[in-house]
């Protein structure tokens, strides 16, 4: 299998990729199992594409492991996710620190359980210095509430005197995002043959490939990821120009 990542082009690889990590529950039914083997499972998914990720020079990667509508769920399964999270956060860190991952997270931080939120801080911090793949975690996330929450800091600024209407293009818009200074995603995965954004980047995503897999997540490997980027580097991207024009 590594003959497909030895396939891709590395001058043309994505800076920052994003993944709808989609399929756990359907995965745990199939095994006939509860909805927690499924997430639990899906753990190996990500230490595999992370690995993978670092190994084709990504950059950054972003994971939508919480969204906000996630909450809503049973209690259950909000409070075993929460517990994984923790878990997986202690179990992976040293090899994070191994790999020179870095890490860090967007979203409603301020709503994770404490104990979960201290244990993500403690890894951020440990791995801060590192220089290699910069792999963000989506917790507690909805692109509507990033957005509404942006607005509220530019009107508050405006207000204040500190920002004037005329400033306001979509530059400086991206920088009240909790994804100011990270390069737009070029190419968004979805697995588990769903096609929504579910909310996700939506500002973000404005000129992203999307790649949709029927995979479940449980199952996806970096094997995968190296075929979603070569299908990636397929793709022309016109940015709303003619090829032509690109060929020029
Ligand atoms: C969607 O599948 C998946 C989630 C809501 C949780 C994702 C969490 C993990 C992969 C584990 C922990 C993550 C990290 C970063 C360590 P679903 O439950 O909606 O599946 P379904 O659509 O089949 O029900």
Not at 4 to 16: A, F, T, W
Not at 166 to 181: K, P, R, S, V
Request: aromatic share 8%.
């Amino acid at each position: 299998m590594d003959s497909i990542k030895n396939k891709l082009d590395i001058q043309k690889m994505p800076e920052h990729i994003a993944i709808i990590m989609d399929g756990n529950g359907r995965w745990a039914e199939k095994h006939g199992k509860a909805r927690i083997f499924g997430h639990e499972n899906g753990v190996e998914a990500v230490r595999s594409v992370v690995e993978g990720a670092g190994e084709a020079g990504i950059k950054h990667l972003t994971l939508y492991a919480f969204s906000t509508e996630n909450w809503e769920r049973p209690k259950s399964e909000v409070d075993a996710l929460m517990e994984l999270l923790v878990h997986s956060i202690e179990n992976e860190s040293e090899l994070l620190m191994e790999k020179n991952v870095r890490l860090s997270a967007i979203g409603n931080l301020a709503k994770m359980p404490l104990g979960v939120k201290e244990k993500l801080d403690g890894c951020i911090e440990m791995l801060r210095k590192n220089t290699g793949l910069n792999l963000i975690l989506a917790l507690s996330y909805s692109s509507k509430w990033e957005i509404t929450e942006a607005v509220k800091r530019i009107v508050n600024e405006a207000l204040e005197g500190k920002l004037q209407p005329e400033m306001i293009n979509d530059t400086l818009f991206g920088q009240y995002l909790n994804t100011a200074g990270i390069p737009d995603p070029e190419l968004l995965i979805r697995t588990s043959g769903e096609y929504r954004i579910s909310n996700f980047l939506l500002w973000q995503i404005a000129y992203t490939e999307f790649y949709f897999t029927d995979k479940l997540w449980p199952d996806f490997r970096k094997e995968d990821l190296f075929e979603a980027i070569a299908d990636f580097q397929c793709r022309e991207r016109r940015f709303g120009k003619t090829s032509e024009q690109l060929s020029m």
